[in-house]
């Protein structure tokens, strides 16, 4: 099954268009995960926490930390 491949192709390109949207580096890197790129997948996971750290002046506390525990969540998932 090819879909979560072109589906990073697809996430590349918008990473490229909106760097700044730490859910397409989440996103990235759930399916690298899927296809069982764990390396990649914690890259993506780690750069969703940094890009999403220089949005904690922008964001309500509490969903920032949500998503911050989410996406370190992802990263120790992925470094068993």
Known sequence: NDKPKDAIIVI?????KFSYAHN?????????EKIGELAKAKKSFLNAIE?????KGEM????????????????Q???K
Do not use: H, P, T
């Open 12 to 16: 590349n390109w918008a990473i490229d």
């Open 24 to 32: 397409l580096y989440d996103s990235q890197g759930e399916f690298y």
């Open 51 to 55: 890009v999403l750290s220089k949005s």
């Open 60 to 75: 309500d506390k509490e969903e920032y930390v949500e998503k911050m525990e989410y996406y370190k969540g992802n990263v």
């Open 77 to 79: 998932r992925v470094s």
